[in-house]
């Protein structure tokens, strides 16, 4: 013996003797390495066993030192120490390993006591050469524990359950071989032995019935009630529990003063039957080679780890196909046959009942009806004898949760299980070790081979985009694909185009992707339906009404009218029913299927249900918009709180993260406005509105003017002139950013006229009317000075900056000296430039860091007169260049490079310029692809291909 695992970890590596490896730890890695001695045991295998389920950034470095030191410590031993892809190996002799060494010896024991139970049927005493030899085994086997298994390893949940494992087979043969000298008429052998275990074990029912028989055999009848009578007392005490049968049994045959019958031997393989449960292979199945190759891996001999394979996916996707397919590819495997159980986890009339699964499973493996237990732990103790020594594979299909699943699952390491579920049962991976494999949707050439398979390769080849499109309108799922399928082959004057127009149909498409008697998308998305708490199913209907691809909890918290937290775990629950996917931290995505199928949830709720809900889901994006609008422009027009507030908004501090939370749901703001322009016109004008300065910050310019243009004919639904001018000024706007600049001007123009006929000051509108001109005041005369004509920027400037102080309002007057210093710049006038950029940045706190602060530094900067020194210039642009970089303003940023760059120029440090080209270049032509059109700059640079020699400096 080499290795010692029952009782203290010990190594003898050369001709010495047992050795206790230095450090506990390094003690676990070779106890773990051992017991799987012949496969891979992972990394995170050892971070479990040494540290629990916190194991510190440095776990992996620690095991690789620890296995470096083993394989010197190895070195003169038959034992090698392999390193593999997810972990490490061990090979070597089992013999050499004590715990395996006993599993070898009670299994041979088992083999000559099967023999001995034959005789017995033949009407034999019992006493044979088969029950000598077992017991002799046994005795060898027993004599290998030193006390309690893997003493000195660090005490972790992993170390508990190894420790826990091996002790009930030390107990199991134990009982055996005590049950073979009993059944031999050498009881009395037997008690001390029991007699120490029941003292440590003394609630372990069939350990003191074995006894009391031994002692009842020994001529100690009274010792054998005592011993009752003890077990008795304590399984009141602590378990509050009667003796059950067993303890009741033996209680009897000692009152009867009867010799007691030979105790019962469990049935050995030898005579079991093959069992062949399989369904039938499907004839169409297609891909999925990732996914066979990974039930492969998991399911082999060599695996590492011990624990079934959980399959899980959404609603059509193949999951049973998938399983079925590969375990009639991997039957070869596992000669003892293939055992399958359909668990009808989902089904309307109830799951499976695990103990009627465990019954058909032990009369498939040739147990008698009349010998099975009636409780389903007695069913399920004797499953795990049957099949503790056979390689069988277990097939479990749509199980509800992890009870269902627990006592259905093989005991024999030469066995391999595999369930599928639609949900995630998270606790089978936690406690018993399953190999997640989550299923997808097919890739886009496998689910055009299911089609060419069912339906022949010409007819789909013959309308190639017309098949694309149908596989989209599927979601690229095998059981949507097979009905479509299906429908056109039994018709067959049908094209692939007449079924894809069907499908573009969005209220007919669960229709007719229904192929009856339960067998269709929506009539399998019922069947989860069903299983959501209230909570999940209000969210599931909720969302109907949200038009993006994705979703996070703090828009479903607004849905729900609750806090994020409750409206996370609805969205974790709807994930772990496979209805919304996992797309980023807390942000999840939904297929067009599911999302239609919320639509049919959605439409039998009252139209003023549906109708509330669509308010608050505006109202929150228009809350979340003010929020991170402030970051970039501090005077935005429209800060009136939302009618239905909601309870939590993105948590955003600086324009970054402002403008990182703008682009993950950009889409959804896009797609709001657009929807409401019509039905809520007064929402879609304000969403336009407020996102404006969130698309310039995101360079999504022409996103702007699109919106921009919806939102002003929004406004004059309503018709209210002051949003119609702020929605004029937006277009503007962004008109002037795409370099459309008289477009701009007249758009400016109709805004500054709108506020005309509004009123005075004192009027009801007279300051939202006076806001709103200052705004489009401040626009022209930007757009005037870029067209040349700077006396009337000028005057228009100072009109804007003049009816700001006049109207009190502090916002409004930033905004308008923002302009009026880049007017001044324009115009030649640079002490103008730095004094109102100056004072515009001083109407501001100095924190946080905005959109306007950044532009009011870029024209000061500019505005540098030649005569500053360079020390003094270079500090004030690179402290822009560091804001901008910092907050990812892309335009803001390319701009100031440029402008640096000329600078540079200008002062005859050439020899700087070029890179600074270069990178304004790099991000002007990233501006570009975000903003949908090619900005003068980039071509400007792109012409001068970055030779600093040729630039003049000019803005």
Not at 342 to 359: E, T
Not at 536 to 546: G, N, Q, S
Request: aromatic share 4%; hydrophobic share 45%.
């Amino acid at each position: 013996m080499r290795i010692r695992l029952l009782g203290p970890v010990e190594l003898r590596a050369g001709a010495d003797g047992f050795s206790t490896l230095a450090g506990a730890q390094r003690r676990a890695v070779l106890a773990l390495l051992a017991l799987g001695l012949g496969r891979v045991v992972t990394v995170d295998r050892f971070c479990e066993a040494l540290w629990g389920e916190r194991p510190p950034a440095s776990a992996r470095a620690a095991v690789q030192g620890h296995v470096a030191a083993l394989r010197k410590v190895l070195a003169d031993t038959p034992f090698e120490l392999h390193t593999r892809a997810s972990g490490y190996l061990l090979t070597g002799p089992a013999d050499e390993v004590d715990a395996l060494r006993f599993e070898s010896l009670t299994a041979l024991a088992a083999d000559h006591a099967g023999h001995a139970d034959a005789f017995d049927l033949a009407g034999a005493t019992g006493t044979v050469s088969g029950d000598a030899e077992a017991i002799a085994l046994l005795e060898e086997a027993l004599r290998l524990w030193r006390g309690e298994a893997l003493a000195d390893l660090p005490d972790t949940p992993l170390r508990t359950a190894a420790v826990d494992h091996l002790k009930q087979s030390g107990t199991a043969a134990l009982l055996r071989w005590a049950s073979l000298r009993l059944r031999q008429g050498m009881g009395a052998a037997a008690v001390p032995v029991l007699e120490q275990h029941v003292r440590t074990n003394e609630l372990r029912e069939e350990l003191v019935a074995l006894l009391m028989r031994c002692l009842h055999q020994a001529g100690r009848p009274a010792d054998a009630l005592a011993a009752y009578h003890q077990a008795r007392l304590r399984l009141d005490r602590e378990l509050g529990i009667r003796p059950g049968p067993a303890l009741q049994a033996a209680l009897a045959e000692v009152l009867a003063d009867d010799g007691p019958a030979p105790a019962p031997l469990p049935p050995t393989a030898a005579a079991a039957r093959v069992p062949e449960q399989l369904p039938r292979r499907m004839v169409d199945f297609v891909g999925r080679q990732a996914e066979l190759d990974r039930l492969d891996e998991a399911c082999a001999p060599d695996r590492a780890a011990d624990g079934p394979v959980l399959v899980v996916g959404p609603a059509g996707v193949g999951k049973s196909a998938l399983v079925t397919a590969w375990a009639h590819r991997a039957g070869d495997r596992f000669p003892d046959g293939r055992l399958h159980a359909d668990l009808r986890g989902l089904a309307p009339a109830g799951p499976a009942h695990p103990d009627a699964v465990l019954a058909d499973f032990l009369h498939a493996l040739g147990v008698p009806a009349d010998a099975l237990p009636a409780d389903r732990a007695g069913r399920a103790a004797l499953f795990r004898e049957h099949t503790r020594d056979r390689r069988l594979l277990v097939v479990l299909d749509d199980a509800a949760d992890p009870d269902q699943v627990a006592d259905l699952l093989p005991e024999g390491t030469g066995c391999a299980a595999v369930v599928t579920s639609r949900g995630s049962l998270e606790a089978l991976v936690a406690l018993d070790g399953a190999t997640l494999l989550r299923l997808a949707a097919l890739p886009e050439g496998d689910a055009r081979h299911l089609l060419e398979r069912a339906l022949t390769p010409a007819r789909v080849r013959a309308e190639p985009d017309a098949a694309a499109r149908l596989v989209r309108r599927c979601d690229r799922l095998p059981l949507a694909l097979r009905i479509a399928a299906a429908r056109l082959a039994a018709q067959p004057e049908w094209t692939i185009a007449g079924l894809v127009a069907e499908l573009d149909d969005e209220q007919r498409r669960l229709a007719v992707l229904d192929a009856g008697d339960g067998l269709g998308i929506g009539p399998q998305l019922d069947l989860t339906h069903r299983q959501l708490s209230s909570s999940a199913a209000e969210l599931l209907t909720a969302l109907a009404v949200h038009p993006g691809d994705e979703v996070d909890a703090l828009a479903s918290a607004a849905l729900l009218r609750t806090d994020p937290a409750t409206a996370h775990r609805a969205l974790g629950e709807l994930a772990a029913h496979h209805l919304l996917t996992g797309t980023a931290p807390a942000r999840y995505g939904r297929t067009d299927l599911v999302r239609l199928y919320g639509v049919g949830l959605l439409a039998e709720l009252p139209e003023a249900r549906r109708r509330l809900l669509r308010e608050r889901l505006a109202d929150y994006y228009l809350a979340a918009l003010q929020r991170c609008g402030l970051l970039l422009d501090p005077g935005q027009e429209d800060a009136e709180p939302p009618v239905h507030a909601p309870q939590a908004l993105p948590s955003v501090g600086d324009i970054r993260t402002a403008l990182d939370w703008f682009r993950a749901e950009e889409p959804a703001v896009r797609a709001l406005v657009d929807a409401t322009a019509v039905t809520d016109p007064a929402r879609a004008w304000r969403l336009a509105l407020t996102s404006g300065s969130l698309y310039y910050g995101a360079s999504r310019f022409a996103d702007w003017l699109a919106r921009a243009v919806v939102g002003q004919e929004a406004a004059e639904r309503c018709g209210d002139p002051v949003a119609v001018a702020l929605l004029h000024n937006c277009r503007a706007q962004a008109l002037v950013a795409l370099e459309r600049r008289h477009e701009s001007a007249e758009a400016a123009r109709k805004a500054v006229a709108a506020t005309d006929a509004i009123g005075s000051i004192d009027s009801a509108d007279g300051p939202r009317a006076a806001s709103a001109r200052v705004r489009s005041l401040a626009t022209l005369a930007l757009v005037t000075a870029m067209l040349g004509s700077s006396a009337e920027a000028e005057r228009l400037a100072a009109s804007a900056t003049a009816l700001a102080l006049a109207s009190g309002n502090r916002r409004r007057l930033v905004d308008a000296k923002v302009h009026q210093g880049w007017v001044s710049l324009a115009t030649g006038d640079r002490d103008g430039a730095q004094h109102h950029s100056r004072e515009a940045r001083e109407l501001l706190p100095p924190t946080p860091v905005t959109q306007v602060h950044l532009w009011s530094l870029l024209t000061e900067a500019q505005a540098l007169p030649p005569t500053v020194r360079d020390e003094t210039a270079d500090l004030a642009w690179h402290r822009l260049l560091a804001a901008c970089e910092e907050a990812g303003l892309l335009y803001l940023h390319a701009l100031a490079e440029q402008s640096y760059a000329a600078h540079l120029l200008a002062r005859g440090r050439q020899r700087e310029v070029s890179g600074r080209l270069r990178t304004a270049l790099d991000r002007f032509r990233s501006h570009d692809r975000q903003a949908g059109y090619r900005s003068e700059f980039t071509a400007a640079l792109e012409e001068l291909n970055l030779r600093s020699a040729d630039w003049s400096p000019g803005r």
